[in-house]
């Protein structure tokens, strides 16, 4: 299923010359609105309006999430703290936190292609959509919620925890699509089988799942106990949460949504790009978002990226993990 047809089926040519126009409207706001990014232009002798289509990419400086820690909290924002409707950060688990911020236009972006993720999941205006995303600081659960809203859907924010609690609310209100890590999913199923509980006795059809690696035994695993088809979907705090890229119904890898988000694939050592079907790392750059726009941004994920059109009718570039059996999450 397609939410937006117009753009997930455009054709190479066209989607270029938007993301060439997108790409040199970002960095003229960057020089400008963010210093951290107008010292590496200049460095580089690059001034506004030098980046005129996507070729140019290429010659473009990286940004990574030490710079985010650098620049901590505020520094990257290339919008006036009036202007930020909303801000997430990571755990910080493995350092500072990165913190992210919305407008409201970027509200409005998560939530078209959160859209476009639970679309292509099977979900609609008729289904019961459960969260078990966490809510707060971490983007999932308000990330699911807002694009749920979008296509229609009934939302039931339950977050995580309390598992007996949900299944009692996936039962009682006929939920019919899950939102949650692929781990918590395996362990809704071995709490149904706990309690006496048959997946018979629930109306879910699917699942998105992600935050988290996993692997095509997991998948097949999920399936056969919760009786759904389980998608993969993907995305970064960083590069908005999730709604980067998704699988559909097909299951062959999943979807970037690139006239938001364009990707790369680059050689971790050169730095130089890659051609499509080689393994990289992936890199995103943000040619829509207003608060936190950041170029070529390297997530340390090893993919690899094709251009296939895909048998669901989506002509926009798929992304599938360098281990060959699952796609990064």
């Not at 364009?262 to 730095?271: A, C, F, G, Q």
């Not at 829509?288 to 251009?307: G, W």
């Amino acid at each position: 299923m397609i939410w937006n047809e117009f753009i997930e089926c455009m054709d190479r040519e066209r989607l270029a010359k938007l993301q060439s126009e997108r790409l040199s409207a970002m960095v003229e706001r960057l020089y400008y609105n963010v210093p951290f990014y107008r010292q590496k232009f200049q460095k580089n002798g690059i001034e506004p309006g030098d980046i005129k289509n996507l070729d140019q990419l290429k010659d473009l400086p990286f940004t990574t999430k030490q710079d985010l820690r650098d620049n901590y909290p505020f520094g990257l924002f290339a919008v006036p703290a009036s202007e930020v409707v909303r801000v997430h950060a990571s755990s910080g688990t493995t350092g500072k936190s990165t913190v992210v911020g919305y407008t409201r236009k970027d509200i409005d972006i998560w939530s078209e292609v959160v859209a476009r993720t639970l679309t292509s999941a099977g979900a609609g205006k008729n289904d019961v959509l459960h969260i078990a995303y966490g809510y707060g600081l971490f983007t999932g659960g308000l990330g699911i919620h807002y694009g749920a809203e979008k296509i229609g859907a009934t939302v039931i924010p339950v977050s995580g925890g309390n598992t007996q609690r949900q299944l009692q609310l996936m039962r009682d209100l006929g939920s019919t699509i899950l939102a949650c890590t692929p781990s918590y999913a395996l362990y809704i199923a071995e709490a149904m089988a706990e309690a006496g509980i048959t997946a018979g006795t629930l109306k879910l059809k699917a699942g998105v799942f992600g935050a988290e690696p996993w692997t095509e035994e997991m998948r097949r695993e999920i399936e056969d106990k919760l009786k759904l088809k389980a998608i993969d979907i993907y995305g970064l705090s960083e590069i908005i949460g999730p709604g980067v890229a998704s699988e559909c119904m097909c299951q062959k890898g999943l979807h970037i949504f690139e006239d938001h988000f364009i990707p790369e694939i680059i050689d971790p050592k050169t730095l130089q790009v890659l051609p499509y079907g080689e393994i990289g790392e992936l890199v995103f750059t943000c040619i829509t978002k207003e608060a936190l726009p950041l170029l070529r941004y390297r997530t340390r994920d090893l993919s690899v990226l094709n251009i296939d059109k895909c048998d669901c009718g989506v002509q926009l570039s798929g992304c599938k993990n360098a281990w060959g059996d699952r796609t990064i999450c």
